[in-house]
């Protein structure tokens, strides 16, 4: 049955790509990629030769309804990201969304996610935590961190490097500079490293040694 598949893409290594996921990216009629370029290369790595269609935050609002369309009339998809599972932090949502209200199946296969194996790192617990991916640029942001402040559960942020610093001190300032903090960062890449310690002393860090790669912030919850 013509359905849309959500599939996991490596984060780093390509080793974590699963053999599910190659055999469903040869099968279906269409893999949506958030950038073709990028996902060609992979393709091309798993001799994958399925034809792409480009879906990103810029065209979804207006791609959705021909998709969704598409499939129902017998067409089989694939959505894929840069890197990790397609809607988290990352176009997909309003697809699942469109797919759900229609009536059209979908099926997202496990595999990689850049928060999962930072929490677990983190010697933080994570029996009950929340995820907050990447924080509002300006609008929004102070009064989030307000709130964030109580939050008792353990919290999980996604950052780029060059407005880490600026997030960290902004961590020091809302949770304090003691709260305990841990920082991943190119996560199953060659240079992965996770920086432990109070907020204070990893912003102090990563003021002496400016970050590259992508990064994942996991914050202890409030004591």
Same mark, same amino acid.
């Given at each position: 049955?013509?359905?849309?598949? !959500?599939?996991?893409?490596?984060?780093?290594? *390509?080793e974590d790509m699963t053999f599910r996921a190659i055999r469903v990216l040869k099968e279906v009629d269409y893999i949506l990629a958030e950038d073709t370029r990028n996902s060609?290369?992979?393709?091309?790595?798993?001799?994958?030769?399925?034809?792409?269609?480009?879906?990103?935050?810029?065209?979804?609002?207006?791609?959705?309804?021909?998709?969704?369309?598409?499939i129902q009339n017998g067409e089989t998809f694939a959505l894929i990201s840069d890197a990790g599972t397609p809607a988290i932090s990352d176009?997909? %949502?309003?697809? =699942? $969304? &469109?797919? =759900?209200?229609?009536?059209?199946? +979908?099926?997202? !296969?496990?595999?990689?996610?850049?928060?999962?194996?930072? *929490?677990?790192?983190?010697? %933080?617990?994570?029996?009950?935590? @929340?995820?907050?991916?990447?924080?509002?640029?300006?609008?929004? $942001?102070?009064? $989030?961190?307000?709130?964030? &402040?109580?939050?008792?559960?353990?919290?999980?942020?996604?950052?780029?490097?060059?407005?880490? *610093?600026?997030?960290?001190?902004?961590?020091?300032?809302?949770?304090?500079?003691? $709260?305990?903090?841990?920082?991943?960062?190119? @996560?199953?890449?060659?240079?992965?490293?996770?920086?432990?310690?109070? +907020?204070?002393?990893? *912003?102090?860090?990563?003021?002496?040694?400016?970050?590259?790669?992508?990064?994942?912030? =996991?914050?202890?919850?409030?004591?």
């Amino acid at each position: 049955m013509s359905k849309l598949y !959500l599939v996991p893409t490596p984060i780093g290594n *390509l080793e974590d790509m699963t053999f599910r996921a190659i055999r469903v990216l040869k099968e279906v009629d269409y893999i949506l990629a958030e950038d073709t370029r990028n996902s060609g290369k992979l393709l091309k790595h798993f001799d994958i030769n399925t034809p792409m269609h480009s879906h990103h935050m810029h065209n979804e609002h207006k791609t959705v309804e021909t998709i969704v369309r598409r499939i129902q009339n017998g067409e089989t998809f694939a959505l894929i990201s840069d890197a990790g599972t397609p809607a988290i932090s990352d176009p997909g %949502f309003l697809l =699942v $969304r &469109a797919c =759900v209200e229609a009536g059209v199946e +979908v099926d997202c !296969l496990p595999g990689a996610t850049a928060f999962v194996p930072a *929490l677990v790192n983190s010697g %933080f617990p994570n029996d009950k935590f @929340i995820f907050e991916g990447f924080l509002p640029v300006k609008k929004g $942001r102070q009064t $989030r961190l307000t709130l964030l &402040a109580e939050e008792q559960r353990t919290i999980i942020f996604y950052e780029s490097p060059h407005k880490l *610093l600026k997030t960290l001190s902004q961590f020091a300032e809302f949770f304090g500079p003691n $709260r305990p903090i841990s920082v991943s960062r190119e @996560i199953t890449k060659l240079h992965e490293e996770t920086i432990r310690g109070t +907020v204070a002393e990893v *912003l102090a860090h990563y003021t002496q040694k400016p970050p590259k790669g992508e990064i994942v912030v =996991v914050v202890s919850g409030k004591k």
